[in-house]
């Protein structure tokens, strides 16, 4: 019994330099996932701005905007391919 208490302080310590070390690492994940959540944002509010300026009744408008905002990717390619005004030059 009393060498299993020397192993588990001595693999206490080993986890806890494990811990320290593993602090030092830089991660590119939460930097990706920044800049990607940066470049949706900025898209939203660009479909957000052309919905305003659209000549769509008032709830329209504002039911775009909801879904866009609750569902920022989904609502945007879903405005992108559904909500905008096309133009037929045939």
Same mark, same amino acid.
């Given at each position: ?17 494990? &811990? ?9 994940? #939460?930097? %990706? *996932?920044?800049? =990607?959540? +940066? ?21 329209? &408008? ?9 569902? #920022?990717? %989904? *609502?945007?390619? =879903?405005? +992108? ?10």
């Amino acid at each position: 019994m009393a060498s299993l208490m020397n192993y588990s302080s001595i693999l206490i310590l080993l986890l806890a330099c494990v &811990k320290f070390a593993a602090a030092d690492t830089y991660y590119v994940g #939460p930097t %990706i *996932g920044g800049v =990607v959540g +940066l470049i949706i944002l900025i898209l939203d509010i660009i479909a957000a701005v052309e919905i305003l300026r659209s000549g769509k009744s008032m709830v329209e &408008k504002l039911l775009w905007i909801l879904f866009i905002v609750f569902c #920022p990717i %989904i *609502g945007l390619i =879903v405005y +992108l391919l559904c909500g905008r005004a096309r133009s037929v030059d045939l």
